[in-house]
């Protein structure tokens, strides 16, 4: 049967904004270009006011989302104990479902993944509730590669993040 990593790595980012290059005709002026600027710091400010404590859980997230990933490449079950509901559930790129005792029984078992490497992390912070996206490459010891993009939920119970629900989608 083949493999399958169900989670998450250690973070490796993608910028996914749009391309912002321009030609010299589109540039304008130097005072153009200052005035462009001004508008669009004071245009920023609100948005980084408005949310002072993403921050930090950001940060946390990412910490945990590479956890995920380490837990995977090392069949760590034990991690996963301590980071995962006690109703967690992982659609496997087949589309089965995974509950909790099944996962954690397959995370111990020794694996063929030799590397599980991230770009296109999303983290959005909903309260009590999180999402983390992602588009994982891996690489098997035969040498074969393959990609999922996956979308991990996580919610925050007594102060503590825990994962909630695991989905893989095959990218070819």
């Given amino acids: 049967m083949k493999q399958d990593p169900c989670?998450?790595?250690?973070?490796?980012?993608?910028?996914?904004?749009?391309?912002?290059?321009?030609?010299?005709?589109?540039?304008?002026?130097?005072?153009?270009?200052?005035?462009?600027?001004?508008?669009?710091?004071?245009?920023?400010?609100?948005?980084?006011?408005?949310?002072?404590?993403?921050?930090?859980?950001?940060?946390?997230?990412?910490?945990?989302?590479a956890g995920y990933v380490r837990a995977f490449?090392?069949?760590?079950?034990?991690?996963?104990?301590?980071?995962?509901?006690q109703d967690f559930q992982c659609i496997v790129t087949s589309g089965s479902v995974m509950?909790?005792?099944?996962?954690?029984?397959?995370?111990?078992?020794?694996?063929e993944v030799l590397a599980y490497d991230l770009s296109e992390v999303s983290i959005r912070v909903h309260g009590d509730a999180a999402m983390i996206t992602a588009l994982g490459t891996w690489r098997r010891k035969d040498g074969t590669v393959g990609r999922t993009r996956y979308v991990d939920v996580w919610v925050r119970k007594d102060g503590a993040w825990k994962a909630a629900s695991a989905q893989l989608t095959p990218v070819h």
């Fill in 99 to 111: 509950d909790r005792a099944a996962f954690l029984e397959n995370a111990r078992k020794p694996h």
């Fill in 7 to 65: 989670g998450t790595g250690p973070p490796a980012y993608h910028d996914t904004s749009e391309n912002t290059t321009m030609s010299i005709n589109d540039r304008g002026s130097s005072r153009t270009r200052a005035r462009k600027a001004v508008i669009t710091l004071m245009a920023a400010v609100p948005l980084v006011a408005a949310s002072p404590g993403r921050a930090p859980e950001e940060a946390l997230l990412r910490e945990l989302n």
């Fill in 73 to 85: 490449l090392q069949s760590d079950a034990d991690w996963y104990d301590r980071h995962l509901t």
